[in-house]
């Protein structure tokens, strides 16, 4: 089975740096993705690591460790608009659907 | 820039009755995903479909559930008999074919509402 872990609720401040911790637990693995999801719509791709390191994309970065079965999504510059819901899913080695974790409240304050 | 597009945006249904809810995927994309999410609660996989059939599916896409690619560009979710647990916003996904970088990427979804 899998099991993805993430904390339920972060609050940051405008302008600041946040990391979101992910650690995993899965039969196989293909790949680690993040998903921002706004309330009542849809998950929208940020990032994906399939190998060790750092991957990064403007304001965001991904991070994962397979050995440790940990990744963390770090969101720089805080604007208010990254209030969301962030989703980290992993794809195990045998199959391409992916499994969500219950994913982390971003509350951003000003 | 394409995108998965879906309808109805809202569905309301009696207890019973049959629902089906539309996706049509990003044009070049070949596989096709159905995921489901209850109220505050984590977004579930149900099913993904290429080449014309099913290629996995997961314990909650039981018998009450099916999936067909009418034509070229629809990919459909039928609940055959609605239960008041199916009450869920449910999202289409497609992907490209080939690499392991194959992102999944999300229509707007249909929200459902059984009563």
């Known amino acids: 089975g899998q099991n993805i872990d993430q904390p339920t609720e972060m609050t940051a401040t405008e302008g600041a740096i946040v990391q979101i911790n992910c650690t995993y637990q899965?039969?196989?693995?293909?790949?680690l993705f993040w998903y921002q999801q706004h309330a009542g719509e849809a998950p929208t791709f940020l990032s994906y690591?399939?190998?060790?390191g750092l991957e990064e994309k403007g304001r965001f970065s991904s991070f994962l460790s397979r050995s440790k079965g940990y990744s963390y999504l770090l969101l720089k510059e805080l604007q208010m608009k990254d209030s969301a819901s962030y989703l980290c899913a992993v794809r195990s080695s045998s199959a391409r659907q992916l499994t969500f974790g219950s994913g982390t409240q971003l509350t951003v304050l000003p | 820039e394409p995108e998965v597009t879906q309808t109805p945006s809202h569905q309301v249904t009696q207890m019973g009755q049959e629902v089906i809810l539309r996706c049509v995927p990003i044009?070049?994309?070949?596989?096709f995903y159905w995921y489901r999410q209850i109220l505050g609660q984590k977004v579930e996989f149900l099913v993904s479909?290429?080449?014309?059939?099913?290629?996995?599916k997961s314990e909650i896409f039981d018998d009450q559930f099916s999936v067909e690619r009418p034509d070229g560009s629809n990919f459909t979710l039928k609940i055959r008999s609605t239960k008041l647990e199916d009450s869920a916003m449910y999202f289409c996904?497609?992907?490209?074919?080939?690499?392991?970088?194959?992102?999944?990427?999300f229509g707007p979804g249909t929200r459902l509402l059984v009563l």
């Open positions: 479909f290429y080449n014309n059939e099913i290629s996995e």
């Open positions: 044009s070049n994309h070949l596989y």
């Open positions: 996904a497609s992907s490209a074919s080939g690499t392991g970088r194959e992102t999944q990427y």
């Open positions: 690591n399939v190998l060790d």
């Open positions: 899965t039969s196989g693995f293909n790949g």
